[in-house]
């Protein structure tokens, strides 16, 4: 177990390790496994492992947990009997959505109070985490049928959502020994980076394939895990070292990253999380500027020092790709947005929507999927009335239950459909349509590329857009990009022609946001700490780091209060020369002004260990865009005692039973009990 603090070339770790049981070892590059959490990582592995073992490395196992699962379970999914086929579709989060969101119209329940969204993450929860539990008997029973109907409807459509590629890979090899103790013998070593980032499902799966070798590197760090809310589970860590009782614990402290002025007040920080693997990290990089706290009067104010600053820095020779702006949270960004715009500076915001999120490109990837695969229902209904062809929803109800009588895809039930009308004939194009597309793409003449020209005339859909002016035009653009994916999939696989789209939509549908981030654009960068993990930039702007802001407002716990310090270290060590902390004392947030402390992290830091420079405006322009409000701020302090009676917005009255300086213990009536939290959190005042 390596744990690796951040910034001391883990990745390096993880491909020179490979690169040596391979040269210096003999190792079949075959028998190995690499996992990693995202594509651009894992490609990332690749190359580097390709120029130290001078190999082609396109079939060695080295990818995401989800891209491993998808491989394995192309080959050994028809060891369930449930009755998914190797040509299953993987799904994505607003395909689940959209299915959830059928489920709940058809059962009749009113879409505002029984949203998709929720039922998507409960659904997840399950799979990751165990049984959701419900205190209302009807919730209950309501959820229960919901989720079953999903199930149903994935099996049906031989579908597969992103949790269910590693609850089936588990399943295949727990119920057939003969199938795990093939892969168990096949991976003679495992490796797997960012281990303090995996859930419960993906550590089991982990613990399973080595339990044969038991050769397994793992690379992490637990002080940068901060994505409990996707199941992670730091404690991971700490089971490793029970689970392989003849683990070598080994530790990355020099950091190749910041200047040492930075990287002492991480370690200020972070050293208040208790039972920590502890590390203290250091560089050779002695010198550099201490990091500047600024607490501004109000978040305008804020707003302004950071234009200033960068407009300052990009004259002494700075690029604007080299700074980042973080928040808490995403709304956090509008008041900075509106001054980047009015001051001319480029910038973009990462967590946008993903190219493949694109309603034009998921419709085009469906062209694709339907033209390889006719029996793609889900695919289907997403195209067969797109563009506009006149089939309703009463033609494609018909054409489902045609196909439940006779057992038939969507496709097939055409033929059989007893009907006559417009819709009718509408559909009997739409299929020929589809068979001509299908020898295009069987045409070896054809560059394989120009499929999507031909999808664009032949459906209509090119015409669709153009009819709807400059946005269909950039429309157009995207869908054209697609040719790229495609130019390179024809370069990295071997194959016919449709073995290689299969791959590439194999690929497309395993994507997330985090393979969509363009960091050579010169534009200042903003974005959430939890965007940020994984990147660095010269200069880092932390803004609005007061109390129930960072740390959250719905942290009640330690172990909440402890993740939130996780991340605001994350944050810390993304900047490489210079990092700027920043507050306000009023910030207008949801429509209201409000009034806020300094964070605790400030504290913890010590003013000391900071170049606080004072205000740099005595009193806000008129030209300034917050709205007056009538409202006064209001202040939240609370002087606690052992003893004196609280009312939380959530949990009712309670009694202090404990004083940790600024953090009190408060037992709150049954069933809440006992809660953790910070004396002036916003949620909690003092009943006099």
């Known amino acids: 177990m390596v744990m690796a603090g951040a910034g001391s070339g883990k990745t390096r770790v993880l491909t020179r390790r490979i690169a040596h049981l391979i040269l210096d070892n003999g190792v079949y590059p075959n028998h190995i496994l690499a996992v ?368 439940l009588l006779n057992n038939a895809s969507l496709f097939s039930s055409i033929d059989t459909l007893t009907v006559t009308g417009n819709g009718y004939n509408s559909l009997i194009d739409f299929k020929f349509t589809i068979l001509e597309l299908e020898e295009d793409l069987n045409n070896n003449e054809m560059e394989l590329i120009d499929i999507i020209d031909k999808i664009l005339t032949k459906t209509g859909y090119e015409a669709m857009l153009k009819e709807s002016g400059e946005e269909g035009k950039d429309r157009l653009d995207n869908i054209e990009e697609l040719k790229s994916i495609i130019k390179e999939a024809v370069d990295s696989y071997d194959g016919t022609r449709v073995e290689v789209l299969q791959q590439m939509l194999q690929d497309v549908a395993l994507k997330t946001d985090t393979d969509n981030k363009d960091d050579s654009t010169d534009k200042v960068k903003l974005m959430s700490y939890h965007q940020a993990k994984g990147l660095e930039f010269k200069v880092v702007f932390m803004m609005a780091m007061e109390q129930g802001i960072f740390p959250n407002a719905n942290c009640y716990s330690e172990k909440e209060l402890e993740e939130e310090r996780r991340i605001c270290y994350v944050g810390i060590t993304r900047a490489m020369e210079r990092l700027y902390l920043l507050s306000a004392h009023d910030r207008f947030m949801f429509g209201h002004k409000e009034t806020h402390n300094r964070s605790i992290y400030i504290d913890e830091i010590g003013e000391s260990n900071l170049d606080v420079v004072g205000l740099i405006r005595k009193a806000i322009p008129v030209e300034q865009s917050e709205p007056e409000v009538k409202e006064e701020p209001v202040q939240v302090t609370n002087d606690l005692h052992i003893g004196d009676v609280v009312n939380h917005k959530l949990f009712g009255d309670g009694r202090v039973v404990e004083v940790n300086g600024r953090i009190v213990s408060i037992a709150f009536a049954a069933p809440t009990g006992i809660k953790k939290m910070l004396k002036d959190h916003p949620s909690i005042r003092k009943v006099e």
């Open 36 to 403: 990693t959490f995202t594509n651009k990582a894992a490609r990332e592995m690749k190359e580097r492992i390709s120029k130290l073992i001078n190999q082609d490395t396109r079939y060695m196992w080295v990818s995401t947990f989800h891209s491993f699962c998808a491989k394995f379970l192309r080959m050994e999914i028809e060891n369930i009997p449930d009755g998914w086929t190797k040509s299953f579709e993987i799904i994505d989060d607003d395909d689940s959505e959209k299915i959830l969101r059928d489920i709940i119209k058809d059962k009749g329940l009113d879409s505002k109070d029984y949203k998709a969204k929720v039922y998507a993450k409960l659904i997840s929860d399950e799979k990751n985490l165990g049984p959701n539990k419900f205190k209302n008997p009807k919730e209950q029973d309501i959820y229960k049928d919901i989720y079953s109907k999903y199930q149903a409807k994935l099996l049906h459509d031989n579908l597969v959502d992103f949790d269910d590629l590693i609850l089936l890979t588990l399943r295949v090899l727990k119920e057939n020994p003969l199938v795990a103790e093939e892969y168990q013998e096949k991976f003679e070593y495992i490796l797997v980076d960012e281990f303090q980032d995996t859930n419960y499902t993906q550590y089991d799966l982990i613990k399973l394939l080595a339990a044969k070798h038991k050769n397994i590197f793992v690379v992490g760090d637990e002080d940068q895990s901060i994505y409990s809310f996707r199941g992670a589970r730091v404690e991971n860590i700490h089971n490793f070292k029970a689970d392989f009782a003849d683990t070598k614990l080994i530790l990355l402290e020099e950091n190749y990253r910041s200047v040492k002025p930075i990287l002492d007040i991480a370690n200020k920080v972070i050293d208040n999380n208790k039972g920590r693997i502890k590390k203290n990290l250091f560089t050779s990089k002695e010198d550099g500027i201490k990091p500047k706290f600024f607490n501004a009067s109000s978040s305008y104010e804020e707003e302004m020092f950071i234009v200033d600053e960068i407009r300052k820095l990009k004259l002494s020779g700075y690029d604007y790709k080299d700074f980042a702006v973080m928040y808490r949270s995403n709304h956090l960004s509008r008041g900075i947005e509106e001054q980047f715009i009015k001051y001319n500076i480029p910038y973009e915001v990462y967590g946008g929507i993903s190219f493949f999120q694109r309603k034009e490109i998921k419709d085009i990837l469906a062209y694709l999927r339907v033209i390889i695969n006719h029996d793609d229902d889900f695919s289907f209904e997403r195209i067969v009335n797109e563009p506009k062809r006149k089939i309703g929803p009463a033609m494609i109800a018909k054409l489902k239950e045609n196909g």
